[in-house]
């Protein structure tokens, strides 16, 4: 296999679209002054991080379903450091995505969102969980940000093509 499963490079970009959207959502919750603006956003917050939850565990169930390509010509150390990069981003996810429903449940948002009313959105800054969220949300940045460099150091230093491997478009070698 050079390549992984055309279900499992789709996977791949819409999680990675869907991280990108509940990460801006999340920055615009915790800047914005506006109550009311803010009542809106959470339920689509709330909804975009548990779909990218979801898709994950999709994503890791159809990447050993479907199997993955060979590592790349690196040497074992830097093999098993992309392997582990990979495991690392899929449980800080998952980490992100249950400390926010931590939050939300021992915040008292839920009660804001049912009543419509923006007053009783809580103080997040008292909310333990929300911590925890943030440190998670840290951890993923960093690993997603090791992920990006390397790939892009595969396909415009050593000029492997390994970036092909998950685009969605098939090639054949």
Same mark, same amino acid.
């Given at each position: 296999?050079?390549?992984?499963?055309?279900? #499992?490079?789709?996977?791949?970009? /819409?999680?990675?679209?869907?991280?990108?959207?509940?990460?801006?959502?999340?920055?615009?919750?915790?800047?914005? $002054?506006?109550?009311?603006?803010?009542?809106?956003?959470?339920?689509?917050?709330?909804?975009?991080?548990?779909?990218? !939850?979801?898709?994950?565990?999709?994503?890791?169930?159809?990447?050993?379903?479907?199997?993955?390509?060979?590592?790349?010509?690196?040497?074992?150390? /830097?093999?098993?450091?992309?392997?582990?990069?990979?495991?690392?981003?899929? /449980? #800080?996810?998952?980490?992100?995505?249950?400390?926010?429903?931590?939050?939300?449940?021992?915040?008292?948002?839920?009660?804001?969102?049912?009543?419509?009313?923006?007053? !009783?959105?809580?103080?997040?800054?008292?909310?333990?969980? $929300?911590?925890?969220?943030?440190?998670?949300?840290?951890?993923?940045?960093?690993?997603?940000?090791?992920?990006?460099?390397?790939? /892009?150091?595969?396909?415009?230093?050593?000029?492997?093509? !390994?970036?092909?491997?998950?685009?969605?478009?098939?090639?054949?070698?």
């Amino acid at each position: 296999m050079k390549q992984y499963s055309t279900r #499992t490079a789709v996977l791949h970009w /819409l999680i990675f679209l869907l991280v990108v959207a509940a990460f801006f959502l999340g920055h615009e919750l915790d800047e914005s $002054k506006n109550a009311a603006q803010k009542l809106s956003m959470f339920p689509l917050h709330f909804l975009i991080g548990d779909l990218a !939850l979801l898709l994950v565990i999709v994503r890791i169930y159809f990447r050993k379903k479907d199997g993955e390509p060979a590592p790349a010509n690196a040497s074992a150390l /830097l093999n098993k450091l992309a392997t582990a990069t990979h495991g690392l981003l899929n /449980l #800080t996810l998952i980490a992100v995505v249950i400390s926010g429903i931590v939050t939300v449940v021992s915040s008292g948002v839920i009660a804001a969102l049912q009543a419509g009313d923006a007053n !009783l959105i809580p103080d997040f800054d008292k909310v333990g969980a $929300k911590e925890f969220h943030e440190l998670f949300i840290g951890v993923m940045l960093l690993l997603l940000a090791l992920h990006v460099v390397a790939a /892009l150091y595969h396909q415009f230093i050593v000029k492997d093509n !390994l970036m092909r491997r998950i685009m969605i478009k098939r090639f054949m070698d």
